[in-house]
């Protein structure tokens, strides 16, 4: 309640789920035949993890959109262009899109750590255990997906234009979902809610571009960052 911005950007992002994660299940199922012992294992759990999230954001995108009809548009377009990737984009390149999300979704977590109680102090304690526990289990698998992709035979260029794509999308999806939401609380032309968003982008900003310009190092391991 003392946050609403910080909710419609966060429903945005669930919006995104029922069509990124089924993708990331996808392209790192067809991995798993090019994968040998711990990792295959580890891949097999990552898909494991990742079907369930989809299915849970599944059923609460329904309330969501349910409540705000007209992010049924924005989740159309999301959906089309995860399955258009699916299918044309290669198993490499998937790949290396799904290493970058997970570097994005750790950088998320962390951003997240470091501003608790500006975000969270005064929220549903349910719902922040929720949101918090997802954050944590994208800590803990952070190095699934990169490992896959360089197990794949990586390729820095790869990852890079990867990367790019995945900072594009998932911004210009979770800005569409937000200004949706905001338009259907009435806080679409309040100076401070945006004032709010550009801070907590800036911020966020500072958390993750570091993080992918070190994962495009070699010698980098996702495992080097702080948990």
């Not at 959109?65 to 007209?70: C, D, K, N, T, Y």
């Not at 998320?108 to 969270?120: D, N």
């Not at 004032?195 to 391991?221: D, I, K």
């Amino acid at each position: 309640p003392r946050r609403p911005e910080f909710a419609c950007a966060a429903n945005s992002v669930s919006l995104l789920m029922p069509h990124m994660e089924p993708y990331f299940v996808r392209a790192v199922a067809a991995a798993v035949p090019h994968l040998e012992g711990e990792l295959r294992d580890r891949a097999r759990a990552f898909c494991g993890q990742e079907a369930e999230h989809h299915h849970q954001h599944g059923l609460f995108n329904r309330l969501l959109v349910a409540r705000h009809p007209r992010l049924g548009l924005v989740e159309r377009v999301a959906a089309r262009f995860y399955r258009w990737l699916d299918r044309h984009a290669g198993l490499r390149f998937n790949a290396a899109f799904v290493a970058a999300s997970e570097t994005v979704a750790y950088s998320a977590a962390r951003w997240a750590a470091s501003h608790h109680h500006v975000l969270f102090d005064g929220a549903d304690p349910a719902v922040t255990e929720l949101f918090r526990w997802h954050l944590a289990e994208e800590v803990e698998h952070k190095a699934v997906a990169y490992d896959v992709f360089r197990a794949l035979g990586g390729g820095s260029w790869r990852h890079l234009a990867a990367m790019v794509l995945v900072v594009v999308t998932v911004m210009g999806f979770v800005t569409a979902g937000t200004t949706v939401l905001l338009a259907g609380q009435h806080r679409l032309h309040r100076p401070w809610a945006w004032w709010r968003l550009t801070t907590w982008a800036v911020t966020f900003a500072f958390e993750l571009l570091p993080n992918l310009t070190l994962s495009l190092f070699p010698g980098f391991h996702p495992d080097q960052l702080a948990d």
